[in-house]
């Protein structure tokens, strides 16, 4: 057989070498530990460029290893799995620790953690601004700080409830991000039979899915709320009386952020658990805050009434807002017509999410 | 198997409407240990018995138990049942020890028990080398073992296998049969679905068939086709000289027929399959003939089928 790299006409006649053991063998490129015999496989490319004399080349796969069978052992589990609560954690866990860690947890795309992030450092930016006042302390500057961003009834209503830039920028964007996945991400994606296929009822499906977007929300909104107050009094050194006299309105506007929150989380569920798209659902949220808002707005410009702002989950938000806080309604209609709008948005989303989430998975019913 | 007298599978005259379409017909089983094969060409109703097993349909009539609970009404069940759908989409982003231990935590174990349970499962089906990688990188076999292993991360009782060698290539066709196959041996109920014979035939011997939503068997697959060997059955040689070969077979007792249905090929009509095999490759060598090829177009479901709903195999 020929040796192609050691080939050389000056070279004498070798000894004839003795026959190769294995005729499915081959000596290419001076390389011999090909065991054919043994059960060991190789592979063999051979290729050329030009008119191929002068470096016809022959490349060997080296010896390659036996092939290994994975070792079969299985090992009954004799723990106890853990109660319902348990299960409902780690579903929630997976939610909200994804917005932190990739590892294990849903996938937040890093864009979205940096809305996030950037929602969230400017819903504290009133606290930067009282920090700023009490260095500055003194002179006109100082009150006007104070005055602006200095908490009073109107300012703690304006962090959850103002409307530029909150609730025109942050809070519908921010719930559009965290909410829109949530379940249009599993209808897509067909997911949610791993929860099904488990001891995980639909009801833990739906609760757990809810409480985390709400607890997403909640740390930016109404964290980002008992961070001002409480900044404000120690940056202040405010004392009891100052306490005693606000606690009522501050209890007030962290009632009306609990009721934000839960009501834009009810609506963004209730979008992403009818849709298969995560941005539709976005989408479909900032329509109807933004537009059922303008739509109310032309009618009160129109005709001069404010009875459609019932129709703007918004509005109806700040109405009750303004009277938790205790200071005037910017509407002329009823208190209790947003108050039950507000109920009625909530019941419609919980009801609207619960019902497409009892079809998710049952197929053809 | 299941650690009280009720089997861990049992459906009562269960039937499953769509409309006008039947999906399933009455069928009544009771399963309960070892690996059971569930046989049927598409649109047999394996998926629609599956989902009703799993709680995703309702019985239109009849009830199906899973270790005697209705898994319609409760997800009790499913604390000692593990299910691989056929579709199921998995968390391409995580690893594959992320996504087996998350799904651990579903079922209500600790972190810690998550953690090594699923590096112990995924050592079972072979991916212990590769638990640290990305699902998403997984092959398909691969990602086929990894809804194994997330289907057993918890130690059911009972393992449902929707189509789980569906797209795989021999080498983990063989590795999932083996892992299946181990799961019986270990005394847990296995039902693995599947619309080749084959496939079934190397993993277990109790089969139940389905056709048109209907039970046609249930029982050892080798009574069903000791069934089939009675019924005529074709042999199919391609040769050189299809004639001559012809005049050695037509002696020979199991022959009952040969027929020239295609060029170069002969078909032998025989009642007696293992029979007419046992004499095969001695009439060939007397012939001195060249054959190339030689098969069994009725050793399929199909033909299995044919016979059993009576009609040509």
Redesign the interface.
Known sequence: MTTLSETDDQAPPAEPSPPPADTHGSQVGGKSDLDIGSGQTRMEVAYGAGDGDDDAKAVVAQKASLGVL????????N?T????W??NY??FR?HVYGLFR????R?YNPFVRLAILVIFLGSLTPIAMIFLSVTISGGEGADFLNRMWGVNRYNLWGQVLGYFPRNLCMWPLLTALVVGGMISDDRK???S?????????RTDYTAMKYLSAAVVLGFVIVFSYMLYYASSIVFNGEGWAFLIDTLPYFLGGLLAGILLVVTYTSIGMALSSVSQSRFFAAIGFLAIIFGTKVVALMIEMIFGTTMFYILSPYDSLAHVGQWLVGIPANYEHPLAFSVISVLIFNAASIGLLVSRVSSL????? | MSSNSTPAVLIDHCSKWYGQVIGLNDVSLAIDGGVTGILGPNGAGKSTLFKLLMGRLKPSSGSVRLFGIDPWEDTAPYRRVGYVAETEKLYDWMTGHDFVSTLARLHGMTRDEASERASHVLEFVGLGDVQNKEIGKYSKGMRQRVKIAHALVHDPDLIILDEPLHGCDPIARTSIMSVIRDLGSQGKTVLVSSHILDEIERITEQIVILHNGRLLALGNLHAIRDLLDKHPHRILIRTEDPRALAASFVPEDPVYGVRFAQEGALEILTNDLSAAHTILPRVIFESGLKVTSIENPDDNLDALLGYLVGGDS
């Open positions: 994975f070792e079969q052992v299985y090992r009954p589990w723990g799995l853990g109660p319902r348990v299960r780690a579903i997976h990739g590892k294990g947890h996938h994606n067909g997911t039979a791993i929860y099904f296929s488990r001891p995980v009822t998975e049952v197929t053809r019913e």
